[in-house]
């Protein structure tokens, strides 16, 4: 009887432990939402409960007055930039280090590797200077090189481990039918690497759209800022005014949700191939 009850058990707890895990998750979100489109007198009524009624002045405050979407716009091409320059600098790198053996390859490697745990407070200050004195403060050139250079370690760690499963009988054929080093690349790593190339895409993306110390010192100017710097600025602004915050924070965390959706399906695959590895 005891071997028959214990698996039930042990489903019944680990449902329960997923079920808390999930309603932690999405719990700051009901938060967020319900009192983005309250008033403030309802909110200071009550932060649980729902709104009154479907209220969407405070999020058109925002881009009136706030004028949130220029710096959304800004995040986007920041986040977007810093994706697509990481991804084919990571994946022609990556395809080296996994494929294509030379000389030194491990202790570069390891080199690019070490450099993931120093942490970019470091080398920021020099940075402002040397781009104070190009003229690119204030641009975003000067974040997206910051943010490139910053999710290049751990790109190659995780391509490199992905691209050394794929069998170097496919690569070799691909040479054989007559494939250059960019056909190779762009004809067998990229279609078979998909799974893992779609989950570092998602990474860098939520990491660079969530950057705030690196924007922060070298955009000063409101109009080049982030959404994430800006919306720093709605706690001394907007200090009485909870419910604007709630729906700045709503507006900016769009991108990211749009971004996991149009990757899910990738993402559930890398993680699976991951598995059974």
Not at 96 to 105: L, P, Q
Not at 115 to 124: D, G, R, W
Not at 244 to 255: D, E, F, N
Request: aromatic letters at 12%; hydrophobic letters at 50%.
């Amino acid at each position: 009887m005891n071997s028959r009850r214990s698996p039930n058990l042990t489903s019944v707890l680990i449902f329960t432990v997923f079920l808390i895990l999930g309603a932690s998750f999405v719990f700051p979100f009901y938060y967020m939402a319900i009192n983005a489109m309250k008033t403030t007198p309802e909110y200071y009524k009550s932060t649980f409960s729902l709104p009154g009624s479907l209220d969407l002045s405070n999020f058109t405050t925002m881009i009136s007055q706030f004028r949130i979407h220029i710096n959304m716009m800004n995040s986007l091409i920041i986040s977007v930039s810093s994706v697509l320059i990481t991804a084919l600098l990571g994946i022609i790198a990556s395809y080296v280090f996994a494929k294509r053996r030379f000389r030194g390859s491990g202790a570069v490697y390891m080199a690019i590797i070490f450099s993931m745990f120093m942490p970019n407070a470091v080398t920021l200050i020099p940075l402002y200077f040397l781009y104070s004195r190009l003229g690119l403060i204030n641009t975003s050139l000067s974040v997206i090189s910051c943010l490139v250079t910053a999710s290049m370690p751990s790109t190659i760690m995780l391509l490199t481990a992905y691209f050394r499963s794929i069998p170097n009988d496919v690569v070799e054929a691909a040479v054989i039918d007559g494939c250059g080093f960019m056909g190779i690349v762009r004809n067998v790593i990229f279609p078979m690497g998909k799974p893992a190339i779609a989950v570092n895409a998602t990474f860098v993306f939520l990491r660079t759209w969530n950057e705030f110390l690196t924007p922060l010192v070298l955009l000063t100017k409101k109009e080049t800022q982030t959404v994430v710097v800006a919306l720093s600025a709605l706690v001394g602004r907007y200090h009485s005014d909870p419910p604007y915050q709630m729906a700045g924070l709503a507006i900016a965390t769009i991108p990211a949700v749009i971004m996991y959706l149009f990757f899910q399906r990738y993402l559930v695959e890398g993680v699976s191939a991951g598995s059974l590895k």
